[in-house]
């Protein structure tokens, strides 16, 4: 073979490898819509396509992480939905079925079911996940605690014989010692204690301590509340405590009727403690159209945050599709030109290689 046969032939071999790495990165620019070596193409603006780019992976992030928050809150209002629903058909049957103490185990049952419903409402989780333990949401927030109620009521019952002394029992407890023990400032008896059903739900320590409070005997939640960030400059929170008091109000309702011994009472100091139980109810019930209504508003701010946050995507986009984009179709189109070339490439190759003096002679 000749010098100048063996150049062409190295130049055709040069060119095949040419256009197939264009073919190659032509074909990657067509189905990507970015130039296939974004460094080498962009030069010093290389960074600045990064910076665009990071600043969408964190919109991306906050987008699911609001996602999330989003579907939790939903739940949460689900679960308030359904307590409430609840708590208002009770206060109906206790208007119409306490009259007598032969409508009253009906009350008691239903009461019973009620709370059962109420303690696993607010502990409804999602992988473990509790939405009402503030920030501890791997904890279960809420356990039964009827029997310290109990417990506590006979504790009262004990002081209200020993001040009176004469034995004070659920059958014969007067409207007034009963009225007293549901009020905020309590029985007073001869041991110098104050003896009120509202301690057993208190989440503050009782002095002097007669009965154990809330979080010994209800609750596992923190009354501190989770928090995540909705944008650059928003947070929210995240989470219910079962703390809160509309929780308490509610249980404590319920547990008037559940764990007093109500069936057992004359009919004035049965009719004071449903007066009670009812207003407690109430105030539960406002308590969660509160927190349901704060839970609504959280809602609408991620909806809005996520409205901004798309927006400045489309922006962040736009910005480095300007800088690394291609057109698609006429990277598409440079594949088959190229296809073409490498084509003609190759038939003058096979021609050249073909050549022999041999033909000649």
Not at 203 to 229: H, K, L
Request: glycine letters at 8%; hydrophobic letters at 40%.
């Amino acid at each position: 073979m000749s010098i100048s046969s063996l150049s062409l032939s190295t130049f055709a071999r040069s060119s095949i490898l040419r256009i197939q790495g264009q073919i190659k990165d032509s074909t990657q620019e067509g189905l990507t819509g970015r130039h296939a070596d974004v460094g080498l193409t962009l030069g010093r603006l290389t960074g600045t396509a990064i910076s665009y780019r990071a600043d969408e992976t964190t919109i991306d992030r906050t987008l699911a992480s609001n996602k999330l928050v989003s579907g939790r809150l939903k739940l949460v209002t689900g679960t308030l939905d359904a307590v409430s629903k609840t708590a208002v058909a009770f206060q109906s049957q206790l208007i119409t079925g306490t009259a007598t103490a032969t409508g009253t185990p009906t009350v008691v049952a239903s009461a019973k079911q009620n709370m059962q419903q109420l303690i696993g409402s607010v502990n409804n989780n999602t992988g473990g996940q509790y939405y009402f333990s503030g920030t501890q949401t791997d904890v279960k927030p809420m356990e039964d605690g009827s029997a310290a109620v109990t417990t506590a009521f006979n504790a009262f019952l004990a002081a209200a014989s020993a001040t009176t002394g004469t034995a004070v029992t659920r059958a014969n407890v007067t409207e007034a010692q009963m009225g007293a023990y549901l009020s905020e400032t309590g029985y007073p008896a001869s041991d110098g204690k104050s003896y009120k059903f509202s301690d057993s739900f208190s989440t503050t320590p009782v002095s002097p301590a007669t009965v154990s409070t809330w979080d010994q005997n209800w609750s596992n939640a923190s009354d501190e509340i989770g928090e995540a960030r909705i944008s650059k400059t928003e947070t929210i929170t995240t989470t219910v405590s079962a703390n809160d008091k509309a929780f308490r109000d509610m249980a404590a309702g319920y547990a008037m009727i559940t764990a007093l011994g109500v069936e057992s009472m004359g009919d004035g100091a049965r009719a004071t403690v449903m007066k009670a139980a009812q207003a407690k109810l109430v105030a539960g019930n406002d308590g969660i159209t509160r927190i349901n209504a704060d839970v609504g508003t959280r809602l609408a701010r991620i909806e809005a945050a996520d409205t901004t946050l798309t927006k400045q995507k489309d922006i962040v986009q736009a910005a480095y599709m300007r800088l690394e984009g291609v057109d698609e179709t006429e990277a598409l189109l440079l594949v088959k030109d190229l296809q073409t070339q490498l084509d003609k490439t190759y038939a003058i190759t096979g021609r050249m290689q073909s050549l022999s003096i041999l033909n000649y002679l």
